[in-house]
């Protein structure tokens, strides 16, 4: 399959987005492997190199029905694709070349072994054949929404949650007012069961990635309204509610979803994206 043939299939079912680069993943590859890599022949990456030389920078989008059921799917071989996974194993290096979202927008990638096979993250194997590949990632669904674990819940209860907790929303309301922008009953009722929680994962070694703080009910929090074409196609309005990874935004939509400060939806509902931050 040539790269026109691959973009034909993919109008069908996607909107195609063709990016420019300034270099080529083949020259980005090299550098990476010239400054720190467990990959010491590039060589023998040379089927990966024709991949990419004929499959870069493409992505491809699709947003079914209403937001809540939106879904992002982008071959994005361009990202990064110079990066390997090692998978503890210098014989058996492995380099990223897609990635897709899955329903509950947690990014899934794609990795191509120097002998030409695929794998999933969970290091199954998929194909050891180019057209096989692009055929399955273009059909691949979506899986299942995660669901929040007794692990996740657990966390929260280390955190001092608890069913029914309910901190006072007078002042937040006040001041949400006097700015114009109207809480809805969704919005207060999160806000109250969990402001000022500080939640943190122990199996998560990096300590700046272990930990969801949100902010106290009576702390001072701008809204802010996200236009992301890949997965909010009329844009969505959002209030301030934290951070992750200690300096990174969090914001809550009227519906009440998490979304980051790059405007992506994480989890279909507030528990789903707790559970997705809290166990990346």
């Known amino acids: 399959m040539t790269r026109e043939e691959f973009i034909e299939k993919a109008k069908q079912k996607y909107e195609v987005k063709i990016?420019?680069?300034?270099?080529?993943?083949?020259?980005?590859?090299?550098?990476?492997?010239e400054k720190d890599s467990v990959i010491t022949d590039v060589e023998k990456f040379e089927s990966v190199m024709r991949f990419l030389d004929e499959f870069s920078n493409i992505r491809l989008v699709k947003i079914d029905g209403s937001e809540r059921e939106n879904r992002g799917i982008g071959l994005s071989v361009w990202e990064r694709a110079y990066w390997q996974n090692s998978w503890e194993d210098?014989?058996?290096?492995?380099?990223?070349?897609?990635?897709?979202?899955?329903?509950?927008?947690?990014?899934?990638?794609?990795?191509?072994?120097?002998?030409?096979?695929?794998?999933?993250?969970?290091?199954?194997?998929?194909?050891?054949?180019v057209d096989e590949f692009l055929e399955f990632f273009l059909n691949v669904p979506c899986r299942d929404h995660e669901q929040p674990s007794g692990y996740t819940y657990q966390l929260l209860h280390d955190a001092g949650w608890y069913e029914g907790r309910e901190e006072d929303m007078t002042?937040?309301?006040?001041?949400?007012?006097?700015?114009?922008?109207?809480?809805?009953?969704?919005?207060?009722?999160?806000?109250?069961?969990?402001?000022?929680?500080?939640?943190?994962?122990?199996?998560?070694?990096?300590?700046?990635?272990?930990?969801?703080?949100?902010?106290?009910?009576?702390?001072?929090?701008?809204?802010?309204?996200?236009?992301?074409?890949?997965?909010?196609?009329?844009?969505?309005?959002?209030?301030?509610i934290g951070h992750y990874q200690d300096n990174v935004e969090l914001y809550l939509s009227?519906?009440?979803?998490?979304?980051n400060h790059m405007g992506f939806p994480v989890g279909i509902d507030f528990m789903e994206g707790l559970h997705i931050l809290l166990n990346k």
């Open 90 to 129: 210098k014989e058996k290096a492995v380099i990223k070349v897609a990635n897709m979202w899955n329903a509950s927008c947690d990014k899934i990638n794609f990795f191509m072994s120097g002998e030409g096979c695929f794998y999933d993250r969970g290091r199954n194997f998929i194909t050891d054949n």
């Open 19 to 33: 990016y420019e680069s300034d270099e080529s993943d083949r020259e980005r590859f090299v550098k990476y492997v």
């Open 171 to 240: 002042e937040l309301i006040d001041k949400c007012k006097e700015e114009g922008y109207a809480l809805t009953d969704i919005q207060k009722s999160i806000i109250s069961e969990f402001s000022g929680l500080v939640i943190e994962n122990p199996r998560i070694k990096q300590t700046y990635h272990n930990r969801v703080r949100l902010r106290s009910a009576d702390d001072r929090l701008r809204h802010h309204v996200f236009n992301n074409d890949r997965f909010i196609p009329d844009g969505v309005d959002v209030i301030e």
């Open 254 to 259: 009227k519906d009440g979803r998490i979304f």
